[in-house]
């Protein structure tokens, strides 16, 4: 090889290894940019790098861009080019969603450890084995264990009086007392060796919190009570059936519930609890602004021994008053009305009405007076 031919050779090699090219490329003789599904991040590059799976790049990428949140390449058939692969699949926390026409994260008490595909017809979340739970807010590729003392599919504290065993949630949740005021309800005594409570008479239930009728007469009594929400009008609490009118009406029954949880050591055992919204009628969707709040009419279901309409009602509302449920969810409470009974001494007059007929009364008495002088003269 003439000198000449050997300098060039040297020269090439030289001015070639020496290169440098852009990130997002990769040098080949020359630089050539990365393919879509790769990444180079420097300027020496001699090939590019696969993007990993849960993300995609386009050509002459620098670096790969993640999924969006829940998503992942099921089917790399493809490759990860681009964000339209990342629809074929859900990652571990999540499944396909028909609702929301994509992944979400799995429901309370479901998970999955999986990669899924994102298909109607694929179960992509699976029920949390008996004794563990998920909080269907925090995507769960496994369930936890309850601890002692904790309860139901989202683990939430015992009623106060009563536990759980670790893990035992589905099948015996907060299922044993711990003490005879709260855990039996005053009506029983608690083996705390064993968690059952014995029930004085008149009184059965794991608890002692439900009326023994073989023993004691009940009656059923319906009080309803008017609670403010605090929320602004719209058209959304006239129709029963939309999301916001059902989320209002449930938040609201689940604080009376919890208001009335422990009801029975007061020997009234609330049996159900049902609430329609109001206050809002004539507002409309092209009304912009309201002043108006939504009012929350929530009848109580109670189970009693014999008692009367005044002392039913001063429970109901201390009850109400003392409420940090109530509290909590920026509810107010107004006065209680028996409304039903199948005691019919329950329902009796206002004192407004009871004011009425007295009235009434003493004005016939003075007209028959009158018209009696008159007709004896």
């Not at 620098?62 to 099921?74: I, M, N, V």
């Not at 339209?84 to 008490?109: D, I, K, L, P, R």
């Not at 536990?163 to 029983?188: F, K, P, Q, R, W």
Request: hydrophobic share 35%.
């Amino acid at each position: 090889m003439k000198f000449t031919e050997q300098l060039a050779a040297l020269t090439l090699l030289a001015s070639t290894s020496s290169a440098t090219c852009l990130v997002g490329q990769y040098l080949d003789v020359s630089c050539q940019s990365c393919a879509a599904g790769t990444y180079s991040n420097t300027t020496t590059a001699t090939s590019c790098t696969a993007c990993p799976t849960s993300t995609y790049s386009a050509a002459g990428a620098s670096s790969c861009t993640d999924c969006p949140t829940g998503t992942t390449q099921f089917d790399l058939s493809t490759g990860n080019v681009n964000s339209a692969s990342c629809s074929t699949g859900c990652t571990a926390g999540y499944g396909y969603s028909t609702t929301a026409s994509g992944c979400a994260v799995c429901a309370a008490g479901e998970y999955t450890n999986n990669v899924t595909m994102t298909s109607a017809d694929v179960e992509g979340c699976f029920s949390c084995p008996t004794g563990f739970y998920s909080d269907g807010v925090t995507p769960s590729s496994s369930c936890l264990m309850c601890a002692a003392g904790y309860g139901t599919t989202s683990c939430t504290a015992c009623r106060s009086g009563t536990t759980s065993v670790a893990a035992l949630i589905a099948s015996a949740e907060c299922s044993m007392c711990t003490d005879d005021a709260n855990g039996c309800y005053g009506h029983g005594t608690c083996a705390t060796d064993t968690g059952v409570c014995t029930c004085e008479s008149g009184w059965t239930g794991s608890f002692c919190g439900t009326f023994d009728t073989s023993v004691v007469d009940v009656d059923t009594t319906v009080a309803a009570v008017e609670i403010s929400t605090g929320t602004t009008c719209s058209s959304d609490y006239t129709d029963s059936e939309h999301p916001n009118y059902i989320a209002l009406a449930n938040s609201v029954s689940a604080a009376a519930q919890a208001t009335f949880e422990d009801s029975a050591a007061s020997g009234y055992v609330l049996k159900a609890v049902s609430t329609i919204l109001g206050g809002c009628e004539g507002t409309t969707t092209r009304r912009k602004r309201s002043t108006s709040t939504v009012t929350a009419t929530t009848s109580l279901t109670i189970e009693h021994a014999k008692t009367n309409a005044e002392t039913l009602s001063t429970f109901v509302d201390t009850e109400f008053a003392a409420s940090t449920a109530l509290v909590d969810a920026g509810f107010t409470a107004a006065s209680a009305e028996i409304t039903t009974s199948t005691d019919s001494g329950m329902i009796g007059l206002s004192d407004g009405q009871i004011v009425g007929i007295v009235i009434g009364v003493c004005g016939s008495v003075l007209l028959a007076f009158v018209l009696f002088m008159v007709w004896s003269k």
